[in-house]
């Protein structure tokens, strides 16, 4: 059983263009999560999206950023116009329905906006 | 809503020394506690997880933690460290109502010295 799988790994974009970050959870969980390590910092929440679903955005920036998670396929995180603020590492999680108690991690994306 | 304290940014310890890495969280509301570990540039795995019962919890890799309600407190501890534990370690909450979003401390930086 993959565990969540992320990619790219790193992502490098000039100020200005647009990032797409994308996660695959583990195979039977229908929830996701995306959360935003900036350096020296935690992880910060930012959505949680259940299939075709947005059940939390209250981490998410007003501007620019959206997230989705399709009926088929992966969940995409999407930051439109990068600036310099946007490099971090950007981290995905993925759990069965939210009577489960755990959430298992991607390795992350690190995006590093030039 | 919840928040996460850990006061200890690094931890220095010589190898085959205890360590305890201090937490502590405030919320209005019952709360799942957990402990990650971060290797470089890689995913967050799970330590060990309170959801209920027993105080003391034990965790993957010889960690154990033990919850302090009347302290508010969920301290992490081992008895002799490895050169290999050397990572940052994240102590984070959630809401008891089901797995919904994890609340992160700011980590502690383990580094474990021959």
């Known amino acids: 059983n993959a565990g969540v799988m992320q990619n790219p790994r790193h992502l490098v974009r000039r100020r200005g263009q647009e990032a797409r970050l994308r996660c695959s959870p583990m195979k039977g969980h229908s929830h996701v999560y995306w959360y935003r390590q900036l350096p020296e910092e935690g992880l910060k929440f930012m959505v949680y999206?259940?299939?075709?679903?947005?059940?939390?955005e209250s981490g998410m920036p007003k501007e620019r950023f959206s997230a989705e998670f399709p009926k088929e396929g992966p969940s995409i995180l999407r930051i439109q116009q990068v600036v310099r603020g946007d490099s971090a590492a950007y981290f995905c999680a993925s759990s069965p329905p939210p009577s489960n108690t755990e959430a298992f991690f991607g390795q992350g994306t690190r995006l590093t906006v030039v | 809503a919840q928040s996460v304290t850990q006061l200890d940014s690094q931890v220095p310890v010589f190898e085959e020394a205890p360590v305890e890495l201090r937490c502590n969280y405030s919320s209005s509301v019952s709360v799942y506690l957990f402990w990650y570990v971060q290797y470089p540039n890689q995913g967050l795995q799970l330590l060990l997880k309170?959801?209920?019962?027993?105080?003391l919890v034990k965790g993957i890799n010889g960690f154990e933690a033990e919850f302090n309600k009347s302290q508010t407190s969920f301290h992490l501890r081992k008895p002799s460290v490895h050169i290999s534990d050397t990572a940052e370690y994240f102590c984070?909450?959630?809401?008891?109502?089901?797995?919904?979003?994890?609340?992160f401390g700011t980590g502690t930086r383990l580094l474990v010295s021959p």
């Open positions: 984070a909450v959630s809401e008891n109502t089901g797995f919904q979003k994890l609340v």
């Open positions: 309170y959801l209920s019962g027993s105080t």
């Open positions: 999206l259940q299939k075709e679903n947005i059940i939390d």
